[in-house]
């Protein structure tokens, strides 16, 4: 049944069954005069045949918008009506009251005192039991705090490692190794180490530079066979994957927070709150010509952390 | 008679008839502004209410399976239980999209409402003694309720709210020597661990809300108990309380109240779209979307992230990221500043007495020139966090848009705050019953203008 139909059914039965209820019992004339209780009633009356709406509506199998179209009338009905009841039948003063500045009972205060230091006395007078409660109840404390510790595994070198290894085959997320040869110029692919296509810290770009424009750091030159450079997709900022790739400059931006990456300077930041180029992975093409890695990543990826310069 | 019967029965057994009696007799007073607070209340009702109505269909699961559910062009895909459910609760569920997103916008206007109460309450220094400690209290419901509504959207298993919890891990990551255990016991491993979903779940339907009702508990017994502040003028005076009674025409208003906000929020629920999550697909750790913004209320942390320079600092071989800086320092200041603030002013006043009468905005020009700036200062972060849309509403390049906002955010608060110190203080010197009503002479010479007129 279409929106519309369900909207007419419902709203018409609503109007129905509230006229049939005013005349019924309708106003009697004094009230009727006053024009306040008539616009409290009239109020009422919305939020009772709304509420009638949204049964048969709901009763139809519902439909969002006018479902919350009648709520809106069977709550703000009542929201009208005993707002204006309240303001316009009920005594709205002025009333006083008196109220005290502050709370403090001199005497009070000093009968609580009296009465707590002569019970701290007694426990003081047994210095040396004190000293032990507070011995025991101090190391369970402490014992209490072990739950904490189970909450997660220790951080060890997880942050420094990712699942690459040499001689790992890059993968797509499907799974499907990734051919040297099959890769366009500028083209863009998000790779996984084999078997670990669910390890987020793994996550690759692959990006076929056109001939001349990568300029590998020294030391580096063999990490890119054919022009193909492989990034870390995680943003060195807050780990966002930096998804967008612009071939026109050859820049990688990351859509969080608008860290901006130049790829032929090795995706060093230029722009935007990063503060450290995206980590390469060295690169080479195995004998049957498919895209693998010579190692993992020289340093930790993603966001940085207070040691991350430890590895 | 049977009321008279069943309040006879408790009263003989419990003795309740004198407080009873003094309960319906309470004076409320009564001003507009003072309705910010109940309305954070009464949205915090509607997100309970719905909230548990939710809570009967997700399945705060990672375990993946492949949707089949009623939303067509997500046939087939692999989703994870959560989102799966969320999906089927939205669009299977009879009246549960009407209800999720009557919780999202619940959500949204009970922070809303929390802000604003918390400026009223600034502004007309109702935080003075002897009511710090209901200061208190609502500054760390407002960080509640910040933190549930993260934990609120970041439920769902959506690759938006996937998003937002790797940041929030790398802002756990960035703090200083704390920062790998931190992350690692909160999330239960290296991000995305199996386990943070129903962390954050237990977290978000029990943990949490068991705190707001205990802190909103405390907060309405103490201004039950100190009673409500009201304006000056009309005798009101530090010692008297004018209002209406609480029965029956404040109970009956406030009633009215909440049905009010309940009716504006199933409005919002069942017209205005929020957080479809089905446009934005399911979480994925290689996936991100864009442009990427959270809910309004973290918006200037966002912000603050956004637009904080590529600086980081290294001491030694010990690194503090960049993210440190914005997004847990900077908040870090605003609530110690936020907290500490009924002990600073009243250090740098001398004022150390109690009031429980308001002060107007312009009776204080400094503390509102300060909070105005301070105002200042959380816009335009907010706004940086949609530098990316700016941009493109602009056309201009988003480095363009962030230097602007660099700037902005240290002379917009300046400007802002000085132009309302002048404004101020010519308001008050005049002695005017309404701003408009000031004489320009007053704002040519602020503080050296004619005498003031009969003070009020």
Known sequence: MGRARKLLIGIGTGVAVALAMLTRRHMPEEHARRGSVAAIGWAFLLSFGASVSLTVIYALGGQPQAEGAMLFVALGGLSVGLVLWSHLLMPQGIYVEERKLTFDEPEEMEEAEEAFVEGAEQIGRRSFLGKMLAAAVGALGIAFLFPIRSLGKAPGRALFQTAWKAGARAVTEDGLPVRAASLLENSVLTVFPEGHTDAADSQTLLIKTPPGVFHPRSGREDWSPDDIVGFSKICTHAGCPVGLYQAATSQLFCPCHQSVFSVPEGCKPINGPATRALPQLPLAIDGDGFVIAQSDFPEPVGPEFWNFGRH | ?456
């Open chain 2, 1 to 456: 008679m049977v009321i008279k019967r069943s309040v006879e029965w408790v009263d003989e057994r419990v003795g309740v008839s004198g407080f009873t009696h003094d309960t319906l007799n309470k004076v409320f007073p009564d001003h507009w502004s003072f309705l910010f607070g109940e309305i954070a209340l009464y949205a915090f009702v509607v997100l309970v209410a719905t909230g548990i109505f939710l809570a009967m269909f997700f399945n705060p699961s990672l375990a993946t399976k492949i949707y089949h559910g009623a939303y067509a062009p997500m046939r087939g895909v692999r989703v994870s239980a959560a989102y799966g459910s969320a999906l089927d609760l939205s669009f299977s569920v009879r009246a549960g999209l009407v209800m999720r997103q009557t919780h999202h916008w619940a959500a949204l206007v009970f922070i809303a409402a929390i802000v604003v109460h918390l400026c009223r309450i600034f502004f007309t220094g109702a935080f003075r003694k002897p009511r710090e400690i209901n200061w208190w209290v609502g500054l760390t419901l407002l960080i509640l309720a910040l933190f549930n509504g993260f934990t609120g959207y970041s439920l769902l298993d959506d690759l938006l709210s996937g998003t937002g919890l790797r940041i929030a891990y790398s802002i756990a990551l960035s703090i200083p020597f704390l920062g790998t255990w931190m992350a690692f016991l909160l999330f239960g491993g290296e991000f995305p661990s199996d386990q943070i979903i129903s962390r954050l779940f237990f977290t978000h339907v029990f943990i949490v809300p068991l705190l707001i009702i205990a802190l909103i508990s405390v907060h309405l017994a103490l201004i039950w108990r100190q009673k409500h502040t009201q304006f000056p003028g009309g005798g009101r005076t530090d010692r008297n309380v004018h209002g209406i009674r609480f029965w029956p025409s404040y109970a009956t208003e406030s009633v009215g109240l909440f049905f009010g906000v309940a009716s504006v929020l199933t409005l919002l629920g069942g017209l205005a779209q929020i957080n479809p999550i089905w446009l934005y697909g399911p979480f994925r750790v290689a996936n991100v979307t864009g442009p990427a913004q959270p809910d309004w209320y973290l918006g200037w942390l966002e912000g603050a992230l956004r637009m904080f320079p590529a600086w980081e600092v290294r001491i030694g071989g010990v690194v503090i990221p960049n993210p440190f800086f914005p997004a847990v320092l900077l908040p870090g200041i605003t609530f110690m500043m936020l907290y500490a603030w009924p002990l600073l002013e009243r250090r740098f006043t001398g004022d150390y007495a109690a009031h429980h009468l308001l002060e107007r905005p312009h009776d204080r020009p400094v503390r509102t020139a300060l909070g105005v700036a301070a105002l200042a200062f959380y816009v335009v972060l907010f706004l940086a966090g949609s530098n990316d849309l700016i941009a493109k509403w602009f056309g201009m390049p988003v480095e363009t848009v962030t230097w602007v906002l660099r700037i902005g955010v240290i002379v917009v608060p300046v400007v802002a705050g000085y132009v309302m110190y002048w404004l101020m203080s010519a308001y008050r010197r005049s002695g005017a019953s309404q701003f408009t009503k000031v004489p320009l002479a007053y704002f040519r010479h602020p503080r050296r203008g004619p005498l003031p007129r009969a003070r009020i």
